[in-house]
């Protein structure tokens, strides 16, 4: 049986091991990934600290502001629990494949309180082929200087998805500072209609191979006439060609609508997420 003892946090010497682990499932930690492949081992530049046992081999953890799950055996997953359990919690998330995540959470509940919601089932998608439907040669790549016209829309996408405004608690400025990172790497699309956004979305995560495609909105006002399958089909094509990164992102299984969407340019599922809010 593993101790939460042997759990402990890792440091450059377990490069070779994390590194191993990342690259073993590039998809489902593709958001890790795009840290560490910047940063390595530094907690400073990866907004956190992997935790490990067996110095990453036998299970690891990526715990920042979002708390990731990477791999490990339900016993592991007990032990880095523990580990967690014994310190205030720092992260607005928990996220990762579900078949690592919900153990973990299960046994870290008890310690850290009930969380505002546990979406247990977000099928994970990637599309590995050309997207299915024509494009819409609209969409574009968003520009700084079109940032006021696009934040209302990102606010609106966040509140909408997440239930909580993310202008909360600082009056907006760190969600405005990532907002302004996505734009100036060119990682945010949108249609615009004048000054307005019909279809926004956003590449939150690169790593050296995949992309994780987030923020997927639409305006309420266009919603329902057919518009944003071909929106999502000309990011997917920018990925592919533009970023060469393989697309992927994750949905709440409710989500018909969505999922019928994402299946009709093209994804397919290769896994579960799941994800504990704050």
């Not at 699309?189 to 639409?218: C, N, P, T």
Request: aromatic residues 8%.
């Amino acid at each position: 049986m593993i101790r939460p003892a042997f759990s402990r946090v890792l440091g450059p010497a377990h490069t070779p091991a994390v590194s191993q682990v990342l690259t073993a499932d590039p998809v489902a930690s593709c958001l890790v990934s795009a840290r560490f492949e910047q940063a390595g081992m530094n907690p400073h530049g990866l907004g956190g600290d992997f935790w490990g046992l067996g110095g990453g081999r036998d299970g690891l953890l990526f715990a920042g502001s979002t708390m990731v799950p990477l791999a490990g055996s339900p016993a592991a997953m007990r032990a880095f629990a523990a580990m967690a359990g014994r310190r205030k919690r720092g992260c607005a998330t928990i996220l990762g494949r579900a078949e690592l995540v919900l153990p973990f959470w299960r046994d870290l509940e008890p310690r850290w309180g009930p969380a505002r919601d546990v979406r247990a089932d977000q099928p994970l998608l990637t599309c590995v082929t050309d997207p299915a439907v024509a494009a819409d040669d609209g969409v574009e790549v968003v520009r700084p200087e079109r940032f006021e016209e696009y934040y209302p829309a990102a606010v609106a996408m966040f509140t909408e998805e997440v239930g909580v405004d993310p202008r909360l608690g600082d009056g907006g400025r760190s969600y405005r500072a990532r907002v302004t990172e996505l734009i100036g790497a060119g990682r945010a699309y949108a249609r615009f209609d004048g000054e307005h956004v019909l279809f926004k979305a956003e590449v939150g995560a690169l790593s050296r191979h995949v992309a994780v495609i987030q923020g997927v909105w639409m305006h309420p006002a266009v919603r329902g006439q057919g518009l944003a399958a071909a929106a999502l089909a000309a990011v997917v094509r920018s990925v592919q060609q533009d970023l060469n990164r393989l697309p992927s992102l994750y949905v709440n299984a409710h989500n018909t609508a969505a999922r019928a969407l994402y299946a009709r340019i093209g994804f397919e599922q290769v896994g579960t997420f799941a994800s504990v809010l704050f």
